[in-house]
């Protein structure tokens, strides 16, 4: 299964969307699912304030990680204002048997 890096920059009112949705956000990123989280987090700003995030995510294939991108709570409560998906070759830190 591939990796791919998906970098997102939030909307201008993101840390208001971020503080009222960002539980339901990480138990997604933990439920169960074929697509597996290898890391996350969020970028921050100059302040220090989040501005958006950094998934690296093992997925089946682009389709399914499009699939699961989609039912991600920060994605449908409107906070990407853009997405970057690549694909991405995990070398260090990769978990063992990933």
Known sequence: MPDFMILSR???DGPSIRA????????WLKAPSD??????GPWLDNTDAMRGSL???KAPSREA???WLADDPYAKAGLPQDIDI???KLVI??????
Not at 20 to 27: E, F, G
Not at 35 to 40: G, K
Not at 93 to 98: A, I, N, V
């Open 86 to 88: 690549r694909p991405f």
């Open 35 to 40: 697509c597996t989280v290898l890391s996350a």
């Open 10 to 12: 939030d909307v201008p």
């Open 65 to 67: 990680l499009d699939r």
């Open 20 to 27: 009222r949705i960002r539980q339901d956000h990480l138990d």
């Open 55 to 57: 998934l690296i995510v």
């Open 93 to 98: 830190g990769r978990p063992e048997g990933l």
